[in-house]
């Protein structure tokens, strides 16, 4: 099994009203437990890497070819989309470069005509290698590789503009977040999101900031045509939880050769849990 592209995935989402969860890796670890959770439900799943923890890792090949062996070493069989998260022009240059079956041009800062030019130039680029394209009108607020942003809905015409291109996916903003959602947040868009999904037309769309989002807004938004849900802050949350009872517990001591080793055990697990979860819950566990 390789990897395979997030467009495929998307369809069969759309056509069976659930929506695939992309997970975004924070170590090298955490790929195999992510692959391991979608393996247990049997769901198609992806990767999300974003361009930070690519430079942290050792870049978008060292990614690609350690998930291409871990497919292989685990024997995964379930469909697995490895997909760069919010890159730059050049970023999405490097990972189609680097093999990743999926990429995400982040223009949403752009004027919008220049997000057109640049959106239309890599669709083509990767299209010829059979790679999806996902792009995002309107930025998502909140935090997201180290950096915070100010959140802007997103324009229907301009999501039209941006579907006519061609693109496999559309990441729109409707009132979502990165990281945590205050206590005042008024919740998704829904009229909005109704909107999107009407000047898209047939593009699957995409809800970034997974984390924290009502069960039944989950839900909701599905239903109104949401395909892809991107889920990171929740995963790195039950990592940072699970790690700390582990010290506080005592349990470094109680191995000391393989303190390394088993250190980051609790915290793999609750990223698993976390992903099975959100994989019963988007309706995508059962479908691979
Ligand atoms: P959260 O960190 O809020 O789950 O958002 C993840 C995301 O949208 C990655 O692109």
Redesign the pocket.
């Known amino acids: 099994m390789s990897y395979v592209s997030a467009s495929a995935m998307a369809k069969a989402a759309k056509a069976g009203h659930y929506a695939v969860g992309?997970f975004?890796i924070n170590n090298l670890e955490s790929i195999r437990v992510i692959m391991a959770a979608a393996e247990e439900v049997r769901a198609p799943v992806m990767l999300?890497v974003?361009m930070g923890i690519a430079r942290q890792l050792g870049g978008y090949k060292t990614i690609a070819d350690t998930v291409r062996n871990v497919l292989e070493y685990d024997g995964v069989t379930v469909p697995v989309c490895l997909h760069a998260?919010?890159s730059t022009y050049d970023a999405a240059l490097e990972a189609l470069r680097c093999g990743f079956s999926s990429v995400m041009f982040d223009g949403s800062r752009l004027e919008i005509e220049e997000n057109l030019r640049l959106t239309r130039q890599l669709a083509a680029l990767c299209h010829a290698q059979g790679v999806s394209l996902e792009v995002e009108v309107g930025p998502?607020a909140?935090k997201?590789d180290g950096g915070a942003a100010e959140g802007e809905l997103a324009d229907p015409v301009e999501c039209a503009a941006m579907s006519a291109l061609g693109v496999d996916l559309l990441a729109a903003s409707i009132g979502n977040?990165?990281?945590a959602y205050p206590p005042d947040w008024k919740g998704l868009n829904f009229p909005l999101l109704h909107a999107v999904r009407e000047a898209a037309g047939e593009v699957p769309l995409v809800l970034?900031?997974?984390?924290?989002i009502p069960e039944e807004s989950i839900c909701r938004a599905i239903e109104l045509g949401v395909c892809k849900i991107?889920?990171?802050?929740?995963c790195?949350e039950a990592f940072s939880e699970a790690t700390r009872r582990f010290f506080l517990d005592g349990l470094d001591q109680k191995d000391s050769a393989h303190m390394q080793l088993i250190t980051l055990r609790p915290g793999l697990e609750a990223v698993k849990a976390v992903c099975i979860e959100k994989m019963r819950l988007f309706g995508c566990a059962g479908k691979a």
């Open positions: 992309q975004n999300g974003s998260d919010h998502v909140g997201e977040m990165h990281g970034h900031g997974g984390s924290g991107n889920v990171n802050s929740e790195r």
